[in-house]
């Protein structure tokens, strides 16, 4: 049980026993789900890719664990993560959040650290709320039997209120969280991006308060890293290398690798000379690998598409890496 | 049916109906719920009022429901809407989800508007999850056979891919989205108070932007205000009356009266002179005034405390708005 050892120190461990600083995202939506899975299934799509209505929920949460669980049995021999975004379940209610959290649980077996990309953000007693839920207040996981994430992705806007309850669960259960500071997608910059007084963007100042509280008293482990890391999508270079500087002790999480866009070349300025400091995200480029033309000759065996796909993407980060 | 009308003419006519601009926020800890409540429900709490890990999730579940439920019936006389934050429904999971969509229902039915306070934020096809999810897509409501709000909170950090598809829900379905500019909590000016190089704070700049988004085209009802509000809570007079400035036609959701300390003085500045564009948010001093010394000759009658803390507050805030 690794339970109250530190995020990092985890984080680090597993990225040098897989040998793969990437993280595989699961975000599925029902219409890019193989038909063959939604057939055994039994869940009917409509020509316009929408579930029909007469669908039984539990069809739909079914279709979705055993896609989930195809991929986390593909990828869990090569990488050390597994991202999952809860916003693919919550249009589910009831279900799809039962199945983000078993699917949170059997990739924990598998031996994947989860990463619950639930971007959440609040206050004071609410704020404690989600820490609880998400990173776990061990009543109520007993309570529930349910597992939760190794660490969450949270929203900064609302300042230190707004992460100090995640922070603290993270000292006290060896969790982690990752501050959004730089966005991927196409106006992240319109917010992000705004130049301040003191002549630096909001993003960059962003990383300078981060970095304040990624070191706070206890929040360091022996890796050097810190319980909290940062979401930074490397939209342009001399930002990335500045915010890479701004905080030397924060672990970044790198969306936009893939389909979004991003270069390995751009996704470089995220690891520091050691090739430490990033874990890379993919996720349509690899769940969604049997539906790349490339990959034809494998037939209907989308399972062997994924992992195919996941190889790829981590010699792909490797090579980044040690350019 | 009043599904298709624009959000903001639907509040605004709730609001005269009722000659109350307020609502209730339900923000349900488990600890301070009535003794006799969680006791008929059979959840056992310890001493340190955390609730005994061998108690049944269908039990707690149960007394979220039917406190829920009592305070829908003893506010729907007296106010036009009801918020509830799904932050107190996550830490039960699965159950904790039903139980708040669950409400959201019995809201309705009741003839409350509903403010859903889930403080969302992602991008791209994430988002539009969380939109279909909060706001509806008529295909899972049919197929899970639930209600939704008529409004969301969002987080606008991410720029306008974070808000799109929530504004053409909006749009689409008759529903609001009330944006983040100014928070309630001590730390919210770390960074929403971070001064520009124009000149401006960050909130005032978001202000600005928030009122771009809410006036694009038909987002604006026959009131005269967009389907697109902001949560602005009154921490300095200069901003907010700034702020009411730079957002002419945007409704403000204002948190912060009662417990949070916001007193009557300041809360009026988030109106206008004609007594329109603001609704105001009270929580624990409602839903929790049966804890409230003054209110000891009701003895355990928590139900008419309750009712008895509506009723003051709206004559309080119908004070401030004819001040």
């Known amino acids: 049980v690794t339970l109250n050892i530190h995020f990092a120190d985890r984080l680090l461990s597993a990225i040098r026993r897989t040998n793969a600083p990437v993280c595989v995202g699961l975000d599925p939506v029902l219409d890019r789900l193989p038909k063959d899975l939604l057939a055994d299934c039994g869940v009917q799509l409509s020509a316009n890719g929408t579930v029909d209505p007469q669908t039984k929920p539990a069809a739909v949460a079914e279709a979705l664990l055993a896609f989930g669980n195809a991929v986390i049995e593909r990828v869990a021999d090569h990488v050390p993560a597994l991202k999952i975004n809860i916003a693919f379940f919550e249009p589910h209610y009831a279900e799809g959040i039962r199945v ?31 820490a609880a839920a998400h990173l776990g207040q061990e009543v109520n996981l007993v309570m529930h039997d349910v597992a939760v ?3 969450i992705t949270v929203n900064p806007l609302l300042g230190l209120d707004g992460v100090q309850p995640f922070a603290d669960v993270a000292r006290e259960k060896g969790k982690g969280v990752f501050l959004l500071v730089q966005t991927s997608n196409p106006s992240a910059s319109e917010i992000q991006g705004l130049k301040l007084a ?9 990383a300078q308060i981060v970095h ?33 500087t701004l905080m030397p002790q924060c672990l970044f999480l790198v969306p936009g690798f893939g389909a979004q866009g991003r270069s390995a070349e751009e996704v470089a300025l995220c ?15 690899v769940i969604f690998a049997f539906a790349d033309p490339r990959r034809q000759r494998h037939g209907n065996d989308w399972r062997t598409c994924i992992e195919e796909g996941c190889k790829e993407f981590v010699t ?8």
Chains 1, 2 share one sequence.
């Open 100 to 130: 983000y959290f078993e699917l949170v649980r059997r990739a924990q077996r598998a031996g994947l650290l989860v990463i619950g990309d639930v971007k959440r953000s609040d206050i004071g007693h609410s704020c404690e709320q989600y």
């Open 149 to 151: 994430p190794d660490a």
């Open 198 to 206: 003191e002549g630096i963007t909001l993003s960059e100042r962003l």
């Open 212 to 244: 304040r509280w990624a070191t706070q008293d206890r929040l360091v482990g022996s890796c050097g890293y810190s319980s909290i890391g940062a979401v930074v999508a490397p939209t342009d270079p001399v930002i990335t290398a500045r915010l890479r």
């Open 271 to 285: 690891f520091k000379p050691d090739g430490t400091g990033a874990i890379v995200n993919a996720s349509r480029n």
């Open 316 to 323: 792909a980060i490797r090579a980044v890496r040690s350019s």
